[in-house]
C-alpha cells in the first residue's frame, strides 16, 4: 500500500514512525513533512493547506490512504476533496470537523445530547457578550469560536480583561472570522485530561488517556503553548471512568453528529475536565493531538494502518486496537521565546546519540536542513519519548535522551508527568 500522510509537525513524525512499521504498507509520502519524516517517507513540498496540490498527489502516486493530520485541512474539506477524487482518507469532513472547527456548533450539539459542559453561551454582538459578562460570575473564559492555533480561550479573572479579550477577537478581530463569534462560558475546577477515540462512523476505540502540559514553563507557569510535554497513560482516571466517558460523551457524539448527516470517521480528541461534578467537555478536538500521538505512538501494539482503514472503511469494530501495558512520557523541546518570537536556524546537535536511549524515540517538528546541518525552524522543535513499564521509567528514559541533545537557546520543562498524579476521587 501506499499512504500520503499531510503535514509537517511532532505529530506527523509519530504517525510516519508507526506507519512505516506496518507490514502492509510498502511506501509513504509526506505534504509536506519535515526532515525526521524524510528518513521514513518521500517528501513532497506541497504545503498542508494546498489541499487541490494534496488532492493531485495522492492521484498522481496512486495512494491508497491519505491521512489528514492538521485541524485547518479538516476543516477546509480535506477528506471531502480527496473522496470527490476517489481517495480513501482518515479523517472526518468538512461537515464533520464542526465539532472542533465551530465551538458554537459545539455547544449546540452538547446542549442537545445533554453531554456534559461548562453553561455558557455564544455570541456575535460585542456589547451583547460584555453584558453577559457583567451578569455572570468570574471568572469567566472567553472563547473564539473557530480555530485559533490553541490560543483562542483566554481566562478572565476581571470584568475588564473579560471585555479586553472580547474587543480583541470581535472588533480587532485577531484570529481573523475565527473570532467573530465567541462563546463565553463558566470556568471549570478540576484536572484535565485528553481522551483520543478511533472512531468508524458508528463505533469509537478509546486510546488509554493522556495529559497534556499546556503551560510553557514547569509548574503550569507562563502562557499556554501548543503543547510542551504529554504522559500517557494517566493514573487517576480509572477504567470505569473510560467506560463513562464513552458511553456519556463519545457515543452520544457520534450519534448525534450521524443523525445530522455528517458521520465522524477519524480521530474524536475530547479535551476533559474532571470536576467535583464529574467529567465536563472543554473542547472538541477532530483529529489526533500534538504532543499526544509522539507518546501514543511507542505504546500502541496493534497495526496503525489496519486501524485507520478500518476507520475510513467503517469496520473498527471487527479490527479492534490493542495498546502496551506501559507507560510514555514525552518532553517537547522549544525554541528561546517561544510561544513568543523565536530565532530560526540555529544548530541542533545529539539527535542520534539520544535516539540509541533505550526505549526513546525522538520526533522532529520544527526542524529543516541548512547546508547539510539539522537546524532549527519552528517554535517546538522535538519531542523526546521514553518508554518504559512504569511512567517513572518513561520519564527517566524521556530526560536522559534529553540531556543529549543541544541548541542555542533549547528550553524544556523539568515537570512533565510530575503533577496531577493523585488518584480518583482525591480532589484535593
Ligand atoms: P480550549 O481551547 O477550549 O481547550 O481551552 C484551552 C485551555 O484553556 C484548556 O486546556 C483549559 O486548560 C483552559 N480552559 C478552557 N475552558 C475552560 C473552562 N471552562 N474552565 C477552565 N479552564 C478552561
Ligand atoms: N495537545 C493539544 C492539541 O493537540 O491541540
Redesign the pocket.
Known sequence: MKILIVGSGGREHALAWKIAQSPLVKKIFAAPGNPGIAALAECRPVPAHHLEGIRDLALAERVDLAVIGPDDCLAAGAVDLLQAAGVRAFGPTQAAARIESS?SFAKELMAEERIPT?RSAAFSDFQRACDYVDSHPLPS?V?ASGLAL?K??V?CHSREHARQALRSMMVDKLFGQAGETVVV?????GR?VSIHALCDGSQAALFPPAQ?H?AVSDGDQGP?TGGMGCCCPVPWVTQDMLAEIKRRIVEPVLRALARRGAPFKGCLYP?L?LTRDGFKV??FNARFGDPETQAYMPLLESDLVEALLACAEGTLGRTGVKWGRGAAACVIAASEGYPGAYRKGLEIAGLDEAGRVPGVSVFQAGTAVDQGKLVTSGGRVLGVTGCAESLEGALESAYRAMGLITFQGMHYRRDIGRRDQRMAGDHG
Open positions: 465551538k461548562a473564559v472563547k490553541g483562542g480561550a481566562i462560558e463558566e470556568f471549570l475546577e484535565e497534556d499546556k499556554n479535551g475536565m472543554l473542547e
